[in-house]
């Protein structure tokens, strides 16, 4: 052969050559091209985007954002971009595995033996304690159609009382604040919103980070609105602001208050709508006289002018939207603040017209599935567990003994965790959720993990940190891998289906939990339940006649058809028109929950944080989202090498200059962050988008949770993430190494 | 479902829903062929140019920074629908922020691809012309089956774009989507951007040339490389966050790390300085005067250069294509050097067969005592030495040309001759009776001074408090943090050499004399490769952000 000098194509030059005629797919590589496609929605964050997958050769290769889903216009976040990559990894579980307690040692076991040892464990437990020494946790990644079998199957089944979801750790304070304010847990708006408003307040949301693809809709937004942000942190989102008002941590229920008051002075309330739609105005009026200016900025941090500059921003909006996320649910008092922003959605009138809404921002994708139909906190489809007519409905729908409909409510997560130190629980089975590595004070968490007769960690991942200290591992099939539905921030139902081979032997949680009943002997209540869509339909009619009416979906084919149906959509909205507008909204004709009709103004004193800082320990620390690469306890982001690369490689605290300096910390030094649960070792990250005072530490390292405090808001339990009090120093190595 | 399908037991039901579990029959239910329904293109229309080019103009990237969010979906988009390799991203995003005290909170960030420069240093330095820069459209093209894999488009480019792959051999780089913009449809990037951050504008060259002149020392963004080397298309703007006169750091410019130290240039390097500088030092002994055979000193030499130049190879992601290196030679510093040290191999070869054929002639003497034969070996040692310092330069311009501030002109030279002199001496000392003990002090000294400038950043990175742009005092940090242990090792070494050096020189004592010299020798050999190697894992330039991640 003879040598070429100049070789302008060839085999190398052909991979990266793209097949520009994919019917609408745009340019792909040629070895990319699908054979065919299909739409779902995403499994990260409850945006709910709609992703398109390739299938070539009956398998998923990759995906594209769908162009036309009302959700995402065509775009999507770097984790909906890599969601099949992370399904390849060798750290899935493949088979069930058991952990002997004796010498550590982990070993690989057949189904039925894992299913038996399951029963067996499970049943001596609660024969030796009490039906109700076992308990669960499940989560708000798996499909509605599987939470809703798994809550079956645990209380109605196996006797369980107590059950939670890590849903409680995200989204209970907002579900408790609709409740109460609303008479259901009921997020009135749609995405549209963001684009409708003249005045958008962010409290505790950083949506350039969080929910990226719904930040594309607020710069959508043609009004040139303005945009209010409350944070004590100078985020992404805080950045792109026309007022940020970075208060004191844990001052937003003064902030708002004294917003409610000034409003009320410059005359802004909507008082035809007051009077016609809710009830205890005059109390809150009352209320909010106490929070004068003077009291409002010495708490808070903030000057008057921009008090007062807010309050006359949001007072001349036409249409003024209030949205929050976990820097208001993760708080000891975060049901009355979600409260006191509702309030000021009420008193302006600022609810069920385009652009307003007091609206929560969802965390994970199917959060608002499990806040329905988990059957943990209420009874499946929104119902009571203490009332006997919603107990009789559900006993005859699904067609299950009225007497196995358990009468009390069930204990919240904290409570469980907690009562595994009291002795009451003996046994917990843990579903696609890490305790160990997310639950507040994560080294109490996994000390009383410890300390269980036995433990069950149902996940696609064998190195969670959960997994790591079970009992027994079952294989837990993945997003794509297995069918359902997910209800995201907006009410929309949307579809996922099985598009790529679970490795091993993994089953999706829906076949585990049909293995499990066949195996404890309660399968014949759940025998009309063979497919996710047979759950569906039971589904359906137990939201007949509650606001989250859904019986007019005909079926699976019908929400893929419709790109996603938005709840309620009941048999006589299905009669009335052939299919529903893409974008509703709640309330329009003024109509709440409550047996009367009427939202209500709850309100409360706000209180001091637990953990006041102090000489020892004189900073706050405040946690959170770091990066929108990452989510939760990365234990499916990490394993993208691609994300991997777009967050740092370790973990980080940031910290302001002028306490750098102090301590003189700069960028890049290793540092210790020490509360009285706990030390960390991170990387200092030197940065005044945290005040003086403060430090801030992302979510996603096993490290930070080491330090939090456990708390939680009284009505809603949810853990409250962002306000303990932590020192800093730099760190030395106890013995001499080098920093290779 | 069937009445045959269902089970009887926990093990039938458990085969069936493995069985389930392995259908795909979602996708048969629901998969959809969206036909030719083209979103695509009315989206991002906008964000397309709508003119057509004219003389003097090119495409170019621009960027919206009020609008980039960092969400770094651009990025994975890329990655994605360019279906490139599982770590390989041709667009980065990086940030900057402020790090004073008094200034205003501010994090911008900066998404950054190729910047399909006008002057590409990428195609400059490429030894094989792998690169092509499009006369219609400016864009910036690299042909893969061209490349060898030498990697030095990825020290050429100042924002680090060409990416090299282990696995393919070549390095690869954004080409704008060139293929889409044919299409009509917008790069992967652009169409990805949830924000419309990113758009394809079309730029002046002239204007792009005007915006970057020296004078102005103007960058894309704060801290990033001087425009005015490749002068870059990619415009960035913003009307509120980005103040490009506040004080304005990205983590590149912040935290440094140890780079790669490229073990296969470093023995190249080494080898063929000291082989080079034995040349230089056996053709000036013929001149000053001494004569005869040096054929051992020559074949050590001769054996050094072929090592070190084959270790090149070991660099080449394709080896195999090594012969294509001489076609860039009308820019390319590494076509010269290799073209260079061809050369010297041959002038080196043929020098060394003198030696053997006319060395042992009883008239073969030094050029002062003129003999036909002594004429001719020393006419073949200074052209091995003249052939070869030439090498030796274009080596070094092949990182002066880089315009990394700790690889100029003065720092190089000095590091590089001082360490062809010093091994050269030293060298030729060990091979060869009859040098002065005061030449092996004299290459001692020379190989270690060569450290010097490395010597001050080791003093100088021990301040506090170092500025962004002090990238001595930057490297000296990283020598004394990631570096300590080579940084020690080094002097140890030098120092050896030297205690070795003095006590010839005082006592002129040769009782174990070879072994001892040869000893010297390998020492020096490895704390210059050592060096070397520090020479490129201490560096510290200017750098785009995002081109650490």
Known sequence: MIPTLVQKSGPLTQQLSLDMKTNGLGALPIARVPDSTTNMVCGYCSTGCGLKIHIQGGQAIDLTPTADYPVNLGMACPKGWEALRVLQSDDRATTPMVRDRGDGTVREATWLEAIKLFCDRFKSIQSQHGNDSVAFISTGQIPTEEMAFLGSLAKFGMGMLHGDGNTRQCMATSVVAYKQSFGFDAPPFTYADFEQSDALVFIGANPCIGHPILWQRVLRNKNKPALIVIDPRKTETAMAATEHLAIKPKSDMSLLYGLAKLLVELGAMDLQFIQDHTNGFEAFREHVQAFSIDRVCSETGISAEQLTRVANTIANAKRASFWWTMGVNQSYQGVRTAQAIINLALMTGNIGKPGTGANSITGQCNAMGSRLFSNTTNLIGHHDFANPEHRAKVASVLDIPFEKIPTENSWAYDQIVSGIESGKIKGLWIIATNTAHSWIQSSRARELLSKLDFLVVQDMYTTTHTAQQADLVLPAAGWGEKQGTFINSERRIGLIKRVSKAPGQALADFSIFRLIADAWGCGHLFSKWTKAEDVFQSMKELSRGQACDISGIEDYAALDRQGGIQWPWSLEDAEQSDAPEQERRLFADGRFFHSDGRARFVFAEPEPMPEPTCSEYPFVLLTGRGSVSQWHTETRTSKSPVLRSLYPAEPYVEIHPVDALRLSIRAGHQVEVRSRRGESVVRASVTSTVQIGQLFMPMHDAKTNLLTLEHVDPYSRQPSYKDCAVTIKLWRSPTVVSQA | ?549
């Open chain 2, 1 to 549: 479902m069937s009445a045959t399908l269902v089970p009887t037991s926990t093990q039938d039901l458990l085969a069936l829903l493995l069985q389930e579990q392995g259908e795909l029959s979602a996708v048969d239910r629901f998969a959809d062929w969206h036909e030719s329904h083209s979103i695509a293109a009315s989206t991002y229309q906008a964000l397309m140019p709508t003119a057509a080019l004219k003389s003097g103009q090119q495409y170019a990237f621009e960027v919206d920074l009020d609008a980039c969010s960092g969400c770094k979906a651009c990025v994975v988009a890329c990655h994605t629908l360019n279906g490139l390799e599982e770590t390989e991203t041709w667009r980065k995003v990086g940030a900057l922020s402020s790090q004073s005290i008094y200034e205003l909170p501010i994090v911008q960030h900066v998404t950054t691809a190729c910047h399909h420069c006008v002057d590409p240093g990428c195609l400059k330095g490429c030894p094989v012309q792998a690169y092509e820069k499009d006369p219609l459209t400016g864009i910036v093209i690299h042909l893969d089956d061209q490349c060898f894999g030498c990697k030095y488009c990825t020290m050429m480019c100042p924002y680090e774009v060409p990416q090299y792959s282990s696995t393919l051999g070549i390095v690869r780089k954004c080409d704008m989507c060139s293929q889409r913009l044919r299409g009509g449809e917008a790069p992967a990037c652009v169409q990805a951007c949830p924000n419309q951050a990113i758009r394809i504008a079309i730029v002046d060259v002239a204007e792009v040339v005007a915006n970057a002149l020296p004078e102005t020392r103007s960058s894309l963004v704060s801290t990033a490389p001087l425009s005015q080397i490749t002068l870059p298309t990619t415009r960035y703007f913003s009307k509120q966050t980005y103040d490009a006169t506040a004080e304005l750091f990205s983590s590149e410019s912040i935290i440094d790390r140890a780079h790669e130290g490229h073990l296969p240039l470093v023995v190249m390097i080494v080898l063929t300085q000291a082989s080079v500088g034995m040349w230089i030092a056996l053709a000036g002994m013929r001149l000053w005067g001494n004569g005869g055979s040096h054929l051992f000193a020559a074949s050590v030499a001769t054996a050094m250069g072929i090592v070190g130049v084959h270790a090149a190879l070991l660099h080449l992601g394709r080896p195999w294509l090594a012969y294509r290196a001489f076609l860039g030679w009308r820019t390319s510093w590494l076509s010269r050097e290799a073209i260079g040290f061809g050369l010297f191999m041959g002038a080196a070869v043929t020098a060394t067969g003198a030696q053997l054929v006319l060395g042992g002639r009883s008239d073969a003497g030094s050029i002062r005592h003129v003999s036909a034969f002594g004429l001719a070996l020393g006419f073949a040692e200074i052209v091995a030495a003249a052939v070869g310092l030439a090498a030796v330069v274009c080596t070094g311009m092949i990182y002066i040309a880089t315009r990394r501030e700790l690889w100029g002109y003065t720092r190089t030279g000095l590091d590089f001759g001082l360490s062809m002199i010093g091994l050269g001496l030293v060298g030729a000392f060990a091979c060869l009776n009859g040098l002065p003990s005061i030449a092996l002090l004299i290459g001692v000294f020379c190989s270690t001074t060569a450290a010097i400038a490395k010597l001050v950043d080791h003093r100088r990175g021990k301040a506090v408090s170092i500025r962004w742009d002090d990238f001595s005092a930057r490297s000296g940090r990283i020598l004394r943090r990631d570096l300590a242990g080579p940084w020690s090792v080094l002097w140890v070494l030098h120092f050896v050499a030297i205690a070795i050096s003095i006590g010839v020189y005082c006592t002129d004592w040769d009782g174990a004399m070879p072994i001892l010299l040869i000893a010297v020798f390998a020492i020096c050999l490895s704390a210059q490769a050592l060096h070397r190697w520090i020479y490129f894992a201490s560096v510290v330039y200017r750098r785009m952000p995002g081109a650490s991640t």
